[in-house]
């Protein structure tokens, strides 16, 4: 075969490559169970869930107090009138360091609007925790079940904690309007949950 028609074909694998990466993208089954807007939570392959709940389905508010891995102390009160995004995870867990600077870059991009976000380690103590969100980059504080498993206990009848991570998204009264258990891998869905709550009167 000729340098040139070696060319031509590599050139027409690459370009057939590129199309069909192209459409698998764009028909991603996640993505696409997600924005068909049917209100079902969706489960992908590897165990990543999102639910998403009617405001007339939703349970309670969320009624909560914790030890932050500064020091100070919080609770459910701090956030009512706020839509409050809460996040479980531990430093050890490979899918938390993966996602929190996901996580904080969806902070970040609510900045001045009602919206506020809140982790809850499960596991470590303040020094563990402290050096996480240094190195990921995470702004907003941790509360620490491992000094006041209490906040653990408030939110078990939410959504299982047995793996992590797990993010909830509570409404201006504190109550769960969304849950993604697994590992969020980008901030789409996640911005769309919290723009929902935001929204609603």
Do not use: H
């Not at 698998?24 to 992908?44: H, M, T, V, W």
Request: proline share 4%; hydrophobic share 45%; charged share 25%.
């Amino acid at each position: 075969m000729s340098r040139r028609r070696a060319r031509g074909a590599a050139s027409l694998l690459l370009s057939l490559a590129l199309v069909a990466g192209l459409a698998a993208c764009a028909n991603d089954p996640l993505a696409e169970q997600y924005r068909s807007g049917d209100g079902k939570g969706f489960i992908a392959a590897d165990g990543f869930e999102v639910v998403e709940i009617p405001e007339a389905e939703r349970t309670e508010p969320v009624d909560f107090e914790g030890v932050l891995d500064t020091g100070d102390t919080t609770s459910s009160d701090d956030y009512r009138g706020e839509v409050l995004v809460v996040n479980f995870w531990y430093a050890a867990c490979a899918p938390c360091r993966v996602e929190a600077p996901i996580l904080e870059e969806v902070n970040r991009s609510f900045a001045g609007d009602d919206v506020a976000f809140l982790g809850v380690n499960l596991y470590d103590g303040a020094e563990a925790s402290q050096a996480f969100a240094e190195t990921y980059g995470v702004a907003y504080p941790s509360a620490l079940a491992s000094v006041d498993g209490s906040i653990k206990l408030a939110f078990a009848g939410q959504t299982p904690l047995n793996a992590v991570p797990v993010t909830l998204v509570l409404d201006r009264e504190g109550r769960v309007a969304a849950r993604v258990i697994g590992q969020v891998s980008e901030t789409t869905i996640l911005e769309t949950l919290v723009s929902d709550a935001l929204e609603e009167s």
